[in-house]
Antibody, heavy 119, light 107 residues
Framework: QVQLQESGPGLVKPSETLSLTCTVS?????????WGWIRQPPGKGLEWIGS???????YYNPSLKSRITISVDTSRNQFSLKLSSVTAADTAVYYC????????????WGQGTLVTVSS | DIQMTQSPSSLSASVKDRVTITCRAS??????LAWYQQKPGKVPKLLIY???TLQSGVPSRFSGSGSGTDFTLTISSLQPEDVATYFC?????????FGPGTKVDIK
């Protein structure tokens, strides 16, 4: 059974960098699929942030592209998100997820982690 | 970028009612459309992809249809456990945008 778990600080100060890691179990990232990050501000909808392949190939949401970096560590079976210059608008539940085969839809999700941007 | 809209934004229906939710893309996306269910306080769950393909384990009362710009999610007989917000997502090309959601509850 594929499982994903987000980890990282729950509170980040404005203008700083948000850093999260997703640890995957039950499946080797090196075996394939794209792995992504999605966020959901409290009480609002879902926003795709970006996705990465085990080779390091990435797709980013153009609306966030200047501020995000997604990386992968296949030796630890993890992938990570860095979002720079955060503001209160970046407060959200951040989910990591796996894409479903060759489709850019998300079939396995982590439980999500709330990141609050506040001084 | 292609924008996704959903209607209605919320609905209330009785148990066993047939419920239909609509998702519209601002440009044609062929059948690259997925539906997710998010129960209160829970993680989104993939229900349908390729507009009409049911994800493994999803009850058959859920169905999807459409192509191009107009899509529907139908619950043939609403059950209490279907109380949730439903999101569509287009995935023909990045960015993989979600619709704003439709909240479904029991009357």
């Amino acid at each position: 059974q594929v499982q994903l778990q987000e980890s990282g600080p729950g509170l980040v100060k404005p203008s700083e960098t948000l850093s999260l890691t997703c640890t995957v179990s039950g499946y080797s990232i090196s075996s394939g699929y794209y792995w992504g990050w999605i966020r959901q501000p409290p009480g609002k909808g879902l926003e795709w942030i970006g996705s990465i392949y085990h080779s390091g190939s990435t797709y980013y949401n153009p609306s966030l592209k200047s501020r995000i970096t997604i990386s992968v560590d296949t030796s630890r079976n993890q992938f990570s998100l860095k979002l720079s210059s955060v503001t209160a608008a970046d407060t959200a539940v951040y989910y990591c997820a796996r894409t479903h085969g060759s489709n850019w839809v998300f079939d396995y999700w982590g439980q999500g982690t709330l990141v609050t941007v506040s001084s | 970028d292609i924008q996704m809209t959903q209607s209605p934004s919320s609905l209330s229906a009785s148990v066993k009612d047939r419920v239909t939710i609509t998702c519209r893309a601002s440009q044609g996306i062929s059948n690259y459309l997925a539906w997710y269910q998010q129960k209160p306080g829970k993680v989104p769950k993939l229900l349908i992809y390729a507009a009409s393909t049911l994800q493994s384990g999803v009850p058959s009362r859920f169905s999807g249809s459409g192509s191009g710009t107009d899509f529907t999610l139908t619950i043939s007989s609403l059950q209490p456990e279907d109380v949730a917000t439903y999101f569509c997502q287009k995935y023909n090309s990045a960015p993989f945008t979600f619709g704003p959601g439709t909240k479904v509850d029991i009357k």
